[in-house]
């Protein structure tokens, strides 16, 4: 199930927060309750895709400490898991909204392709990752009935590409030679490749959050002419990653650079309080 990596469902939040609707008890419930469902369904996702990796991850040095791969959890005990928790999630989000559930689903099938296809293909594998994001941030949207903002959808796939090739170059470095026996597609990587990847998106993540901020739209919209005082947080956590990547061979894990890495965590925090204050202090 992976409860480490929730946190990427936290965008999940984004539509209630940006939509002026965070302080509205109702909405932030059933935003809640889809938080909670993008968790069990994420980690059934998971599940899927270490039953269908078993062997590979057992010679990794870091996910063969995951329960299937350690021992710690049976193949049999995570398919019956999987035959409770997937039925179950997909009801409660078609109950919670048809709309949501509709997301929803789309979320389980396309990721669990990318288990079983997507992964093994070229800048496919990055983008199928990538639009999972912006699933959850469109789940976010659609249960609150609130319009889905286009800059929503470019920052968010923006973001998590940022991410996710970071990902796959630190996988391609931490293991260097034995790369291809964990991760085939590696082998249509180079590091070289990945850091021009990374700098066409950096770049195109930080133009577009600034003329996000920017934009007659959104400061009618959000009440507020100051949004652009967030870019230096962002910046921050951009160069800050990318130093992690670069300099401390770490950032192979997001959700465990969020959650360990001091500064980057106060950045994120600094970020959420400062929007918040520019959003709700109209």
């Not at 019956?80 to 997301?103: E, K, R």
Request: hydrophobic share 55%.
């Amino acid at each position: 199930m992976r409860p480490r990596q929730w946190t990427k469902n936290l965008i999940i939040f984004a539509g209630l927060i940006f939509s002026l609707n965070l302080f509205k008890p109702l909405l932030f419930v059933r935003t809640l309750a889809a938080f909670a469902l993008f968790c069990l369904l994420s980690g059934a996702v998971y599940v899927i895709n270490d039953l269908k990796d078993l062997e590979k991850d057992r010679n990794h040095p870091l996910k063969s400490k995951r329960p299937l791969a350690a021992g710690e959890l049976s193949p049999s005990s995570a398919i019956l898991a999987l035959a409770v928790l997937i039925p179950l999630s997909l009801s409660l989000a078609f109950w919670l909204s048809i709309s949501f559930g509709y997301v929803a689903t789309l979320y389980l099938i396309m990721l669990t392709l990318y288990s079983f296809y997507f992964k093994h293909m070229v800048i496919l594998d990055v983008l199928t990752i990538s639009l999972g994001f912006v699933l959850r941030a469109v789940a976010g949207a659609v249960v609150i009935r609130v319009v889905i903002s286009p800059w929503l959808f470019i920052c968010t796939i923006l973001l998590a590409l940022f991410l996710v090739l970071g990902k796959r170059r630190h996988e391609l470095v931490l293991l260097g030679d034995e790369a291809l026996k964990h991760r085939k597609i590696l082998e249509e990587y180079s590091p070289e490749l990945l850091d021009q990847m990374i700098a066409v998106v950096t770049a195109s993540t930080v133009m577009a959050y600034s003329l996000y901020t920017m934009s007659p739209e959104t400061k009618e919209k959000l009440h507020t002419p100051y949004m652009n005082l967030t870019i230096p947080f962002v910046l921050y956590g951009i160069f800050r990653y990318l130093y992690l990547i670069h300099k401390r061979e770490e950032g192979g894990d997001p959700s465990l650079v969020l959650l360990t890495d001091r500064a980057m965590l106060i950045d994120v925090i600094l970020w959420m309080v400062v929007s918040i204050v520019l959003i709700y202090s109209h």
